[in-house]
């Protein structure tokens, strides 16, 4: 009992501590007794380790955030990257469903760490990102390449006149014929053999009511003796479309087109397109 009273006498005991500033003002004293003191270190140690460790929880909070945001974002750009690959498979699909080349050309659509290895993932996905890239470029290509290739007859009728050497039907001079006569009824249509631009529409004397188209990649064509021509200078055009109608305009002697194939600035024959062997 006698050690209780000691212990409460010594923990009531006050202690002095002087306050002295540097300047002329009066020192200050204050009594606190040694339990405060002691409560005192304890409440700062108590708040200090609670302000650690919120510093540390923020700082871990902070650090799972950034890894949560690098993950959230590199699944985004991966789904993002697997919807543009079934977007490609399903046009290789489409591509590869019809069987012969025409065909796929005239269908073609030329309009994209943790324990996962994500680095590895994404450049397996890039690498195939890029042949699916090289792949549609090259059909792409192909099929300006196909669509620019004249194919198949300008008008319905039959050839009166073939390409190469000929008796004109006027003249009677032997001479080079540069395209084919097909004779058609008149006013029946004329239409373009491929995609291309209209570089001459009009009067050229005795090619009569001339249409010529250039194509690209080397290719342009003439339709001459057109009753009335149907484009005009800098249209473009597609395979199928109407240019002119049969007539007899200029240097003719019936109704008929005067149909001529160019590639790289020769005439060729006419017959190696229409009939597909190009």
Do not use: C
């Given at each position: 009992?006698?050690?209780?009273?000691?212990?409460?006498?010594?923990?009531?005991?006050?202690?002095?501590?002087?306050?002295?500033?540097?300047?002329?003002?009066?020192?200050?004293?204050?009594?606190?007794?040694?339990?405060?003191?002691?409560?005192?270190?304890?409440?700062?140690?108590?708040?200090?380790?609670?302000?650690?460790?919120?510093?540390?929880?923020?700082?871990?909070?902070?650090?799972?955030?950034?890894?949560?945001?690098?993950?959230?974002?590199?699944?985004?750009?991966?789904?993002?990257?697997?919807?543009?690959?079934?977007?490609?498979?399903?046009?290789?699909?489409?591509?590869?469903?019809?069987?012969?080349?025409?065909?796929?050309?005239?269908?073609?659509?030329?309009?994209?760490?943790?324990?996962?290895?994500?680095?590895?993932?994404?450049?397996?996905?890039?690498?195939?990102?890029?042949?699916?890239?090289?792949?549609?470029?090259?059909?792409?290509?192909?099929?300006?390449?196909?669509?620019?290739?004249?194919?198949?007859?300008?008008?319905?009728?039959?050839?009166?006149?073939?390409?190469?050497?000929?008796?004109?039907?006027?003249?009677?001079?032997?001479?080079?014929?540069?395209?084919?006569?097909?004779?058609?009824?008149?006013?029946?249509?004329?239409?373009?053999?491929?995609?291309?631009?209209?570089?001459?529409?009009g009067w050229s004397g005795g090619n009569g009511n001339l249409v010529a188209i250039e194509h690209g990649f080397g290719f342009s064509t003439l339709y001459a003796h057109n009753k009335m021509v149907?484009?005009?200078?800098?249209?473009?055009?597609?395979?199928?479309?109407?240019?002119?109608?049969?007539?007899?305009?200029?240097?003719?002697?019936?109704?008929?087109?005067?149909?001529?194939?160019?590639?790289?600035?020769?005439?060729?024959?006419?017959?190696?397109?229409?009939?597909?062997?190009?």
């Amino acid at each position: 009992m006698q050690k209780t009273k000691n212990l409460v006498k010594r923990a009531f005991t006050p202690i002095t501590i002087m306050l002295i500033p540097h300047s002329d003002a009066r020192s200050l004293r204050m009594k606190i007794p040694s339990i405060g003191v002691v409560a005192s270190v304890i409440l700062w140690a108590v708040g200090m380790m609670y302000v650690a460790s919120v510093a540390i929880d923020a700082f871990e909070y902070r650090r799972m955030k950034e890894k949560l945001d690098y993950y959230s974002g590199q699944f985004l750009e991966m789904k993002s990257t697997m919807m543009t690959l079934k977007r490609a498979e399903s046009q290789f699909r489409k591509i590869f469903f019809f069987n012969s080349k025409e065909k796929i050309l005239e269908n073609l659509d030329t309009s994209d760490n943790g324990s996962i290895d994500m680095e590895n993932l994404k450049f397996q996905l890039n690498s195939t990102m890029e042949t699916i890239g090289e792949i549609r470029d090259y059909l792409s290509q192909q099929k300006d390449i196909y669509l620019a290739t004249p194919k198949g007859w300008p008008a319905d009728g039959r050839v009166t006149s073939v390409f190469g050497g000929r008796v004109h039907p006027k003249s009677g001079v032997n001479e080079f014929h540069s395209g084919i006569d097909i004779a058609s009824e008149p006013g029946r249509p004329v239409r373009a053999t491929a995609d291309g631009i209209v570089i001459f529409s009009g009067w050229s004397g005795g090619n009569g009511n001339l249409v010529a188209i250039e194509h690209g990649f080397g290719f342009s064509t003439l339709y001459a003796h057109n009753k009335m021509v149907a484009v005009k200078l800098g249209q473009k055009v597609k395979r199928g479309d109407i240019i002119g109608y049969i007539g007899s305009t200029g240097n003719s002697t019936g109704p008929h087109v005067h149909y001529e194939v160019w590639r790289s600035g020769k005439p060729v024959n006419p017959h190696t397109y229409i009939d597909g062997r190009s």
